[in-house]
Each structure stands twice: as C-alpha cells, then as structure tokens.
C-alpha cells in the first residue's frame, strides 16, 4: 500500500511539471514566432526616390505569391524610416521570366499622411 501511494505521488508531480513546462514552452516559442513575423519585411536594393515630401519605392519579386502584403509591409517600413514625408508609394514589379524581360508594375500601393490620418490604397493591373 505504501509502494501504490509513493507512486502515485510521484506520477501526480510528473504530471504537474509536465503541464508547466508544456506552457512555458509554448507561450515562450509563440513570443519568438510574433517577433519574427513582424520582422518580415526588409530594405532590400529596391529603387527608391524623394522628391519633395514624396517617395518612391520600385520592389521586384517573382510571382504574384503575398503581393499584397509586401506592398503594405514596404509603405509601413518606409513610413516609419522617414517619418516626416507625407505620400509613399510602393510600386511590385513582377518578373516571371529572368531570360525574357515580361515584367509588369502588378501592384502600386500608396500611403498619404493627412494629420492625423493616414490611409493606404491599393492599384491593381489587369493586364499583368
């Protein structure tokens, strides 16, 4: 009876500190995943151009694959490097071919800053 009751015990800590180390795990790993997604975007050797308190910023990739997220995550990088300029647009060039130039302004986004809103907007080409 003793041996039954020991073992118990023990599976019951077994369990406790199983339980806790799964949650620590987690909430630790979930931490690391959220800094990295939010550091998705990264200054590349993209064009980029000011003029007057305007920029300008030319990005390539190939394939259509998250357009739309890479515009909107260039005008939000950009807006916060140079805070004090009023329109950004971020124009995705789509390449589908290397050899044969095919390429295609597919995505034009444009963030303008009228104190205190900002809103962003977002231009499609059919013909991409």
Request: proline letters at 2%; charged letters at 20%; a negative charge.
């Amino acid at each position: 009876m003793k041996n039954i009751l020991i073992f118990l015990i023990l599976i019951i800590f077994l369990a406790a500190l199983s339980i806790g180390a799964t949650g620590s795990l987690v909430s630790g790993t979930s931490g690391v995943f959220n800094k990295v997604q939010g550091e998705v975007f990264q200054e590349t050797s993209s064009e980029v151009n000011i003029e007057d308190d305007e920029l300008f910023i030319t990005i390539s990739q190939k394939g259509q694959e998250n357009a739309e997220k890479v515009v909107i995550d260039c005008l939000n990088f950009y807006s916060e490097k140079y805070p004090d300029l009023l329109v950004y647009t971020c124009d995705l060039i789509i390449r589908n071919n290397i050899i044969i130039d095919d390429s295609c302004n597919y995505l034009s986004g444009t963030l303008s800053r009228k104190n205190p809103e900002e809103s962003i907007t977002l231009d499609y080409n059919s013909n991409c």
